[in-house]
């Protein structure tokens, strides 16, 4: 149980394209869902914070308008980096919680990678 | 600032031994902390989570919580080349998104 699947695993794109990545909670709701960029050999950067029907919370310094969050249902959040850039090549990794009382617990996707040329 | 520490590391032990992981946190109203292991190239997965303080055992896992002193470890037994990994710990307040460590990067040689 607590599966959380991401698509695609790995993007390659030219700058200025707009990648969109999926995150989908598979046998669970997700009251809240994460979504995280980790550089090579760097820890894990929580970019922003998601519940379903509401906007999403972004850390600072995290760009609102670069990173669109939508999260539409229960068990889907979408991530869209706007006019990616080669800066914007990353590993960005979702997590979900599931929708019981008091869970804190995050599960987590197996992570997109993110080339941008 | 809630602040969750952990030495980064790497943690060499040798195929056999045990690993002693640790993590200290500055919020005292922390409820909930929890171990999660990422492999290079991975993204993080859950170990376990402990409420409670004292011990908690699975398989060769086991988890310790001292909320007096604000620490939480875990321990690995009969520990094994497969477990080299990133070891994070991470933190939550009731119902709160959780803090993550920056990690610790653990070897064990054979």
């Known amino acids: 149980g607590a599966v959380v699947s991401q698509h695609p695993s790995w993007v390659i794109c030219k700058s200025g394209t707009s990648v969109k990545i999926e995150c989908r909670s598979l046998?669970?709701?997700?009251?809240?869902m994460f979504w995280y960029r980790q550089f090579p050999k760097q820890s894990l950067m929580l970019m922003a914070t998601s519940n379903e029907g509401s906007k999403a919370t972004y850390e600072q310094g995290v760009e609102k308008d670069k990173f669109l969050i939508n999260h539409a249902s229960l068990t889907l959040s979408t991530l869209t980096v706007t006019s990616a850039h080669p800066e914007d090549s990353s590993f960005y990794i979702c997590?979900?919680?599931?929708?019981?009382?008091?869970?804190?617990?995050?599960?987590f996707g197996p992570g997109t990678r993110l080339l941008v040329l | 600032q809630k602040e969750v520490e952990q030495n980064s590391g790497p943690l060499s032990v040798p195929e056999g031994a045990i690993a002693s992981l640790n993590c200290t946190y500055s919020d005292r109203g922390s409820q909930s902390f929890f171990w999660y292991r990422q492999y290079s190239g991975k993204s993080p997965e859950l170990i376990m989570f402990?409420?409670?303080?004292g011990d908690k055992e699975d398989g060769r896992f086991t988890a310790q919580l001292n909320k007096a002193s604000q620490y939480v470890s875990l321990l690995i037994r009969d520990s094994q080349p497969s477990d080299s990994a990133t070891y994070l710990c991470?933190?939550?307040?009731?119902?709160?998104?959780?803090?993550f460590g920056k990690g610790t990067s653990l070897l064990v040689t054979p």
């Open positions: 046998d669970f709701q997700a009251t809240t």
């Open positions: 991470a933190v939550a307040w009731a119902g709160y998104a959780l803090n």
């Open positions: 997590s979900a919680t599931p929708r019981v009382r008091g869970g804190e617990t995050q599960y």
């Open positions: 402990i409420y409670s303080n």
